[in-house]
């Protein structure tokens, strides 16, 4: 199993550029979240899906769509690039929504946007 | 809403030292689950504590959950090398089917 994999691992953007993050897993797990890590803020929920067409915002979702129309794959698409998406960004999987799953995190693509 | 606050931030130990770093939540949670960064890595799953008062222990790594259930520690003993990274402890709101809510996280770093 490859786990969870992200692309790409870098970007440069410019600002009101347009792009998608692309994540998959390999796992067969109905749970799937976004995440951004910025310097002394923890990981801070973007989006999350619960299973292939169910999507919902998380803590920070201005400025990101997603979409699940796959259980493998959960694209976020940053709409209008601003310098204050210049961050690390995680996507994580996990075999359900319970409370009680492991997320097992991608290796994260770190995105700049000048 | 639900806030994990985690202490401290940053800390520096000598190697062979111990570390702890400690978590409370706002309100009680359901489980507490804790994950390892590595510099320049991803969050990996360490381990997770369900029950209220519950110790538990992974070579020189103890974790425990308080009898509220409403914060938590991380205890390492003679710290190494290879324990530099980030600790995060993430917990969910025992009343809701929420997602985890992220501690921002104790750097470690340990001077050889």
């Known amino acids: 199993n490859a786990g969870v994999t992200q692309t790409p691992k870098f970007q440069v953007l410019k600002t009101g550029q347009s792009m998608t993050l692309q994540c998959a897993q390999d796992?067969?797990?109905?749970?799937m979240s976004w995440y951004r890590q910025d310097p002394g803020m923890g990981l801070r929920l973007i989006h999350y899906?619960?299973?292939?067409?169910?999507?919902d915002q998380g803590e920070v979702p201005n400025g990101y769509n997603v979409s699940r129309s796959t259980t493998e794959d959960f694209p976020l698409r940053l709409l209008s690039a601003a310098p204050s998406q210049t961050s690390v960004y995680f996507c994580?999987?996990?075999?359900?929504?319970?409370?009680?799953?492991?997320?097992?995190f991608g290796p994260g693509t770190r995105l700049t946007v000048l | 809403g639900q806030q994990v606050m985690q202490i401290p931030q940053y800390q520096h130990v000598q190697e062979g030292e111990d570390f702890t770093t400690y978590c409370n939540s706002s309100?009680?949670?359901?489980?507490i689950q804790w994950y390892k960064q590595r510099p320049g890595g991803h969050p990996v799953f360490l381990i997770q504590?369900?029950?209220?008062?519950e110790v538990k222990k992974q070579k020189r790594l103890t974790f425990q959950f308080g009898e509220a259930k409403k914060n938590s520690s991380l205890h390492i003993t003679a710290t190494q090398t290879t324990d530099v990274g980030t600790y995060f402890c993430?917990?969910?709101?025992?009343?809701?089917?929420?997602?985890?809510?992220f501690g921002k996280g104790t750097k470690l770093s340990v001077k050889p």
């Open positions: 994580a999987s996990s075999y359900s929504s319970s409370t009680y799953n492991e997320q097992f």
């Open positions: 796992m067969n797990h109905e749970y």
């Open positions: 899906s619960v299973g292939a067409g169910i999507t």
């Open positions: 309100t009680t949670l359901s489980n």
């Open positions: 504590l369900v029950k209220s008062g």
């Open positions: 993430a917990g969910r709101d025992g009343g809701s089917q929420g997602n985890l809510i």
